[in-house]
């Protein structure tokens, strides 16, 4: 059987006073939005705006703590291996303005490692920081506060086709259903003495030794997929237009939120066109160095 996120109704929440078409319109435009910039003057807004939902959303904290810390554990980890390296802050700038060079006291091959502090990697490192912190917020939230017997319609209501929007139904319910049964089967196996906490080797021997824990997961997977193919198919899926049994009217305060998305995207596009908002590094800092 699929079964779905921690959704519950909660009172008071921002999120879930809208109508889900009208939130996911907004999720839209903010992503688009939020991708047009380096500049981390323009992406504090967004990140603005991310804290905000955040906070009214009413999702409590023990909810969410392991997907947010996930998420933030990996925001900061690919921030500080940016910084670094400087791999992929190079696209957007050209000169590096030196802060101080730390080189080791061996060599490897002729070659010494250096890390090099510059002002453009500091820059993109927290640019890059508070653009993808204020995507991963926004889309934690979505399975949290989207009731799931409304994914289908949902998708349908914004003008995905019948067997787009049911194929988004079925995606929202996957990694739920499949943490679900990987849990369920650690916990059989462990109750036929099976100890996977005293798994050893190296990682071609763990993976191996994990086969018990895989294989019935991966078959179980395949066979409930195939479950659902021949429910569909039964019911004549794909023949004909789709009902639903839901139905969602947008309120007055759902076409402002549309309309605030579009205007934030629509806002965001112009100022690209115009040349602002690409990488920006004050120059009082690169005069300093």
């Known amino acids: 059987m699929l079964v779905a996120w921690r959704y519950r109704k909660r009172e008071n929440s921002f999120i879930q006073s809208f109508d889900p078409r009208a939130w996911v319109i907004f999720y839209g435009c903010f992503l688009f939005a939020t991708l047009s910039f380096w500049d981390v003057r323009f992406l504090l807004p967004f990140f603005v705006i991310a804290v905000f939902v955040l906070l009214t959303s009413g999702v409590k904290w023990h909810e969410m703590r392991r997907a947010f810390l996930f998420i933030l554990g990996f925001v900061f980890f690919f921030a500080i291996l ?90 929202m319910r996957f990694i739920p259903t499949f943490g679900r049964d990987f849990q369920l089967t650690m916990d059989a196996q462990r109750a036929r003495g099976y100890e996977l906490d005293k798994i050893s080797g ?56 549309i309309a605030f998305g579009v205007l934030i995207l629509a806002a965001s596009l112009v100022v690209g066109i115009m040349g602002y908002g690409s990488f920006w590094v004050p120059e009082s800092l690169m005069k300093m160095f």
């Open 202 to 257: 190296g990682i071609i021997q763990q993976v191996r030794k994990l086969g018990p824990i895989f294989v019935p997961v991966t078959i179980h997977a395949i066979i409930a997929s195939e479950d659902i193919i021949d429910a569909m198919d039964l019911r004549a899926f794909g023949i004909g237009p789709r009902t639903w049994l839901d139905v969602l009217t947008y309120q007055t305060r759902d076409r402002i939120l």
């Open 82 to 171: 940016t910084f670094l390296t400087g791999r992929g802050g190079t696209e957007v700038y050209k000169q590096e303005h030196l802060i101080r060079e730390f080189r080791a006291s061996f060599s490897i091959l002729g070659w010494t490692p250096a890390l090099k502090i510059t002002v453009e990697r500091a820059f993109f490192a927290v640019s890059q920081l508070v653009r993808v912190f204020s995507i991963a917020v926004m889309t934690i939230l979505i399975p949290y506060s989207l009731d799931p017997a409304l994914y289908g319609i949902t998708f349908k209501g914004i003008g995905l086709p019948d067997k787009f929007a049911y194929a988004m139904d079925l995606t």
